[in-house]
């Protein structure tokens, strides 16, 4: 069978635009069980007070939650056959998103188009936009 994509990022935050991502390119991934589908949670330190010295404790506080959030895809991901990943990055979601993808040469991105941090997404520019902008490949955005 052939397919266009052997390498799909979809980024992840357990939000219901995030779900409809992981499903979207669970989708894609069932044409070929060869493409590798590697999802991919990032976490602002930002938004964990980093500068006020207290990422650390905030931190710990969030690796339940983002536990959480990865047993949801992974159970979602779980009747596909196709090579998986569930990765954890720390840093700006856009940045982390399209440096990660070039480094792994995907072919491409799956994300929603909004996340669980609207207010902020209002001030900072939209996750998503901003993939779309810079990515080195096609972005499909889930609305």
Request: hydrophobic share 40%; aromatic share 6%; proline share 3%.
């Amino acid at each position: 069978m052939f397919s266009f994509y052997s390498r799909i990022v979809v980024a992840y935050d357990g939000s219901t635009l995030g779900k409809k991502a992981l499903e979207m390119a669970k989708a894609l991934a069932k044409q070929d069980d060869r493409i590798e589908v590697n999802v991919l949670y990032v976490l602002n330190p930002k938004y964990l007070g980093s500068e006020f010295g207290v990422y650390e404790m905030l931190l710990e506080n969030q690796k339940e939650k983002i536990k959480k959030t990865l047993d949801d895809a992974k159970i979602v991901m779980e009747d596909l056959k196709n090579p998986k990943d569930y990765v954890v990055l720390n840093g700006n979601p856009a940045e982390m998103i399209i440096e990660y993808s070039k480094k792994k040469d995907v072919d491409l991105i799956v994300i929603g188009s909004r996340g669980l941090s609207t207010i902020k997404e209002i001030v900072l520019g939209s996750v998503s936009h901003n993939v779309v902008q810079h990515a080195h490949c096609p972005v499909l955005v889930a609305k």
